[in-house]
């Protein structure tokens, strides 16, 4: 697969760079594949003949509403954003909604994803284009040990069972390290950071664990099986350390959390060998985020488009 890895491109700063200059600082660093989390049309268009693999969200969950609402505004939806670009942009996936709440996710999630779909299918855009949706980690319960990992809620049980038939992936957002930032007591830092020395075990199948990554990546391969969907592949559509901002938050830990994560995939889980498509969040400190300092500290690059730490893009 081409752009094994990914960064996720988000625009939450009043002094980041031209889009045509992302793209060019992505293709100079081996950066193959990209996450935008709404349909961009000026980095869309920068991007055109880029070779760059797209994961392109639909934005926030007012059009999640709306496309699940109204096939009609879906095939439109699909029309401006994918077809006017397709195949110029390679555009792998439609996302439809990042890390929805379960309340609002719960009526709106499956015909939003099943319009959307049908939209890139009636283009004939269906085996190349797949509409998914992006996951955070609290979808999912009874998280350890991994073989014990199931959703949490049922309606995402259908949401599984809506991308095996479509042959689309689910995409989850994996973070070690607010997994680690919560409970520094029982959870190592060399565990979470892909530094040697910790090992786990999975009591209920045996499997070992050498970092927290891993063990997050099998908990949702777990909820899968557990949902008649062990077929579906898991995309991670963001991972990431920050460098600043808060508990643990360092240039060093971030170096090795991303590169160590970067050399990880390439050989997948323990309970599912084989490379994981992953994209790093994010590309920029991204100055005008909300919530914790650490919001606004998880970039690859500063703003300047120099690397707050050197990372090799193996692809």
């Not at 284009?129 to 014990?148: E, H, L, R, W, Y």
């Not at 084989?274 to 985020?289: D, H, R, V």
């Amino acid at each position: 697969m081409g752009g094994v890895h990914g960064v996720c491109y988000g625009m939450v700063g009043d002094n980041l760079p031209s889009r045509g200059d992302v793209v060019r600082l992505c293709k100079s660093r081996n950066i193959l594949a990209m996450r935008i989390y709404n349909p961009d049309q000026e980095a869309l268009a920068a991007l055109r003949g880029s070779g760059i693999a797209v994961t392109l969200d639909v934005g926030g969950v007012d059009e999640v509403r709306r496309l699940a609402a109204d096939a009609s505004y879906a095939a439109s939806w699909v029309r401006s954003n994918v077809q006017a670009y397709y195949p110029d942009v390679i555009i792998r996936y439609v996302v439809v909604g990042n890390e929805i709440p379960a309340a609002d996710a719960r009526p709106i999630l499956l015909p939003a994803i099943r319009n959307v779909n049908d939209a890139l299918s009636a283009a004939g855009l269906g085996s190349s284009i797949k509409a998914s949706t992006a996951v955070q980690f609290d979808v999912f319960t009874n998280s350890f040990p991994p073989s014990s990992g199931v959703f949490a809620q049922a309606y995402m049980g259908d949401v599984a069972r809506l991308l095996a038939s479509t042959g689309a992936p689910l995409l989850v957002n994996v973070y070690p390290y607010f997994a680690y930032r919560d409970n520094p007591r029982d959870i190592q830092l060399n565990y979470a950071t892909f530094q040697p020395g910790a090992t786990v075990r999975d009591d209920g199948n045996g499997l070992v664990y050498t970092n927290l990554f891993d063990a997050m990546v099998d908990v949702v391969y777990a909820a899968l099986e557990k949902a008649g969907a062990p077929g579906v592949r898991v995309v991670v559509s963001e991972s990431g350390w920050p460098s600043a901002g808060g508990f643990a938050a360092t240039v060093e830990n971030a170096r090795r959390y991303n590169q160590g994560l970067i050399d990880n995939v390439r050989d997948g889980t323990p309970r599912r060998p084989g490379q994981i498509e992953t994209y790093l969040f994010a590309m920029f400190n991204e100055n005008s985020k909300p919530g914790d300092a650490t919001e606004r500290n998880f970039g690859l690059f500063y703003p300047n488009m120099q690397p707050v730490y050197p990372v090799t893009f193996p692809n």
